[in-house]
């Protein structure tokens, strides 16, 4: 049986970076999938966005029609393997902050478990005045960000039944990394079929 593994931080928190570590560690048992970009290759295909940007100032019905493609490719890629998902649970838009997900995107995914990296709002905030990634689009509310994440893990945990995890990114992008590993590999670990 597959497990899918839901990671989640906001912009500028080094998840994705995270999450690569976590799937080299993990040798091949997990593929690595992040929501964004499958959602700015269904938009590209449909010529309704062409960077990752403008994802989020698409109106929002065609953000959950995205989403919702998105799902439907990861429930498709869930039947070869386990997965690593890297999402924003709490997507910021011109209009204010929306949900990263909807309850039928969480069923299509069926994740076994939802892991939340943080760091201090200051660390993420410098990380993002670093970056060639381009954060200039994001407001200054990275701690508002940051409290609308963990309630929507914990709403999205009880909607899954799935436990939720917190890993701390302050220091060492390569120690969270391994402990995403361990995660994974724990829940790689308990299914019946292991």
Not at 18 to 34: I, P, S
Not at 82 to 108: D, F, K, Q, R
Not at 139 to 163: D, R
Request: hydrophobic letters at 35%.
């Amino acid at each position: 049986m597959s497990e899918n593994v839901l990671v989640s931080g906001v912009p500028g928190v080094g998840a994705s970076r995270v999450c690569e570590g976590a799937r080299r560690e993990l040798d091949g048992e997990y593929t690595l999938l992040n929501v964004g970009d499958i959602m700015l290759q269904e938009a590209l295909e449909h010529g309704l966005a062409s960077s990752r940007e403008e994802l989020s100032r698409l109106r929002i019905r065609d953000q959950r029609a995205l989403q919702r493609r998105a799902a439907e490719h990861i429930g498709r890629e869930s039947d070869s393997g386990s997965l690593l998902i890297n999402t924003h649970l709490v997507v910021e838009t011109p209009l204010g902050y929306v949900p990263g997900m909807t309850g039928e995107m969480l069923a299509e995914i069926d994740p076994s478990a939802l892991v939340v990296v943080d760091a201090a709002t200051e660390t993420i905030r410098e990380r993002r005045e670093r970056s060639e990634r381009g954060y200039e689009h994001f407001s200054e509310s990275v701690g508002f960000h940051k409290q609308l994440q963990n309630a929507a893990a914990f709403s999205y945990s009880l909607q899954g039944t799935m436990p939720v995890y917190h890993l701390d990114n302050e220091d060492s992008a390569g120690e969270t990394s391994a402990q995403l590993a361990a995660i994974a590999g724990m829940l790689s670990n308990l299914s019946p079929e292991s």
